[in-house]
């Protein structure tokens, strides 16, 4: 099933810089094993701000609270999560 | 480029019933053709709302506006729009 | 799967007292019939409002959406959806 | 008597982790005192977010206020209080 | 037990004279006998708003909702409820 | 004159204790001390929060101001006002 | 004592013409009476919105109350009330 | 040309005694230089709030600026600015 | 000197068809005028939405209250001003 | 294509002066290259704020986001931004 994510970072300013390029990097790793395996389905950055517009499509609402808590930078994020479903006037068979 | 478009449709209640069959079958097909077209690359219904949430793929924001207030719906919508671009976390070839 | 049901009912008050007496007679018999069915698990008046709290238990999202687009109130309610899951604290063991 | 509580933690993400931990088992066990003693009758997590959905059954605001205030996480947390009652529409018989 | 209640009214300024005049007594009197019978305990107008600010003494939320939900304005009111209890700092008795 | 005050304490929580109970309790006397001069009218705690709603009864904003500004937690609170003055339809002799 | 008072007029754009010029002069009117009367002592135009910024002079927030629900365009307007008082660093002998 | 000005003053309740003092009396002394230049017009508190309502009187909103950012306390301040002209009902000879 | 206006147009969708045409005629002519005269310097077109983002220069907010409140559009708007001055970081002449 | 961009800087009032001092000096560099470039078209100060409101003129969603976030202010600015078109009552060429 689909939830549309939307995910703010708020990183404070003064993190020690090391701090935050190993926190990305980590991050980084997260998102990406979580789209191989199919969870993350859709990743796109909101033009002009540390935020991004995701679509996850999981078993259940378990596992996207497991997959979105254990991101780096959960701790960091304003986190907004919309359960959605087809539309009957799709016409895209990936829009399940 | 992508916009991710928020929907809700608010229609009046005390609509003529044959007036917002109409207008839904009007709709239905403008947002079929639009997604035939192209430029409507997903949509999703909010579970539990008369909203959905778009992803249009138009070459500029004059096509953007020229899709979303063709929609016979466009005066009974809040509408909400947000520019995104490609992650660069994403592995998604079509997470443009 | 659950999820958390806000309802804010937003009659006009100028509406014509037989139509609202049937449509809230409607209503009851919907939810009734959900909650037979086990998908409207529970049903809280907010005290001092017209506006309930509610558990869904459904299969979907697709399940919940249409659970609550059947309702005759549905046109004039005001609805928020949130999905949950077991909380690692809880010892319920139905808060699935 | 029955209250929705909404919670919503705001750890500082730079909290020492010993303190971090002990908090948070802390606030379990308290919270599942409550829940055996009957007070915290549901305890569902947010999907996606650091945050609960709550039913409270106490015999009083004093006993709700007293309850909550006991909490470890208590001075991190955002709280939203609801007084619930019986729904006419309701047929579920704890649903009280 | 004591509620503060927020009450806004909302009356469509091109209600009939008659049928307001006639709501606003009906309202008087339902708002007097609430008060008389001690449920409705202070009773405050708002300077410079049609809205008051009113404490109520009920032995339930239910009590709650079923005074309020009896007032004639009822429909056109917005409404806040907030459940309160003693404070460890009163030195009013009645503050209960 | 009468004013309802809204006041939510922003503690935090990394204050040190013994500064923390010091200024709990310069509180505590200073409310008192207002109760008993019958500036200070009533105080509820809000269920669930580290919150009150008061009323205050003055001789004008100037001592609204000088009394809400002399408490020893002024600066760690949003505090709301809002004038009220005599309801028409109150029957209580005491809601001047 | 004084009051800062926004007032944002929301007519109804389909009113009669005639009313709405009644509704106008006759509001005009007792605008210019409290004026002239010593309680309405400034009255200022949001450049660009059909809204106002007033300071009224009153001697109690039940005059103020008085004064407001008089006016005409009453029922049409969100009205917004804050005390003021004298600031300690003002040098205008008339700022009380 | 007429600006309505809000001031909420945000102190972090930690600094330094001695910082706050000098910053509120550099405030202060620059506060009532701006109002005896004949830009700041009326400066009240607001009751109850660390807070100001203003009238600056200024050439452009240039001038604006520059009074409003060389305040000592500007960057602890929430601030809103309103342009405001002459009322057509107002019969004040200084409400310009 | 130059304000930001932001216009969200709320036409009634139930607004005869020629009433509407005839609004929209007589709202262009006049946004043309003021165009011409150099009173309206920037006029765009928000992507998605029946609003505007304008930029107009005016003599002083008299000028833009006059010049906003005579667009026959204008009891249909929803309209928000910010004054601008030119910033210390612009290279560009006419950024005023 | 143009983007409305609105700019609010949060600077820590204790941030060390040298660091403020640098960090302005570099962001008001990046801005004038940026202006240079013709990637932003327009800058303008709100007056009274430490905020901006700015147009940019890039070649997609892609390129505002990499000037926006090239910024040295970017990890200390709220940033909304709104896709804007020609609005077809434009006479200004350059509105595009």
Redesign the interface.
């Known amino acids: 099933?689909?939830?549309?994510?939307d995910m703010k970072v708020n990183?404070?300013?003064?993190m020690a810089p090391e701090r935050a390029v190993k926190l990305k990097a980590d991050?980084?790793e997260m998102?990406?094993r979580l789209?191989?395996e199919g969870r993350w389905?859709?990743?796109?950055?909101?033009?002009?701000?540390?935020a991004?517009?995701s679509?996850f499509d999981v078993e259940?609402?378990?596992q996207?609270?497991e997959a979105?808590?254990s991101l780096p930078l959960?701790?960091?994020m304003d986190?907004n999560?919309?359960?959605?479903?087809?539309?009957?006037?799709?016409?895209?068979e990936d829009?399940r």
Chains 1, 2, 3, 4, 5, 6, 7, 8, 9, 10 share one sequence.
């Open positions: 099933m689909l939830f549309i994510v990183l404070p300013p003064d991050e980084r998102a990406q789209q191989r389905r859709h990743l796109w950055r909101v033009a002009g701000s540390y991004n517009v679509v259940s609402p378990e996207l609270q979105i808590s959960f701790p960091y986190i999560v919309r359960a959605v479903c087809r539309h009957p006037s799709s016409i895209h829009d």
